[in-house]
């Protein structure tokens, strides 16, 4: 029963800003030492890597979204978030969240874990 839960998608103008979040819940122990990270998947198009955080908050972007979007991550909430402004039509996409190597609460057992996605859909 261990899941991963993304929310704040939704519609935006472009220019506007979003910001979405990721929860981690269930028979795991923390999140604290995991590498967490954000991929999306436009229309027609394959997922690709928006960026990462590691434990230790250094932060990776894609090019694409780089000093556009922030990923921040609140460990005593078991939780990563996603803060995009400046948004463009082209970030149009469904966000998913990954967690990597995420112990059980026995700390006998590593996950990986994937969300179901978030829609964000930026349009006048």
């Known amino acids: 029963q261990v899941q991963l839960v993304e929310s704040g998608g939704g519609l935006v103008q472009p220019g506007g800003s979003l910001r979405l979040s990721c929860a981690a819940s269930?028979?795991?122990?923390?999140?604290?030492?995991?590498?967490m990270g954000w991929y999306r998947q436009a229309p027609g198009k394959e997922r690709e890597l928006v960026g990462t955080?590691?434990?230790?908050?250094?932060?990776n972007y894609a090019d694409s979204v780089k000093g556009r979007f922030t990923i921040s991550r609140d460990n005593a909430k078991n939780t990563v978030y996603l803060q995009m402004t400046s948004l463009k039509p082209e970030d149009t996409a469904i966000y998913y969240c990954?967690?990597?190597?995420?112990?059980?609460?026995?700390?006998?057992?590593?996950?990986?874990?994937w969300g179901q996605g978030t829609l964000v859909t930026v349009s006048s």
């Open positions: 990954n967690a990597d190597r995420v112990p059980t609460l026995s700390r006998t057992r590593y996950l990986e874990l």
């Open positions: 269930g028979n795991i122990f923390s999140i604290s030492t995991s590498t």
């Open positions: 955080i590691t434990s230790w908050r250094s932060t």
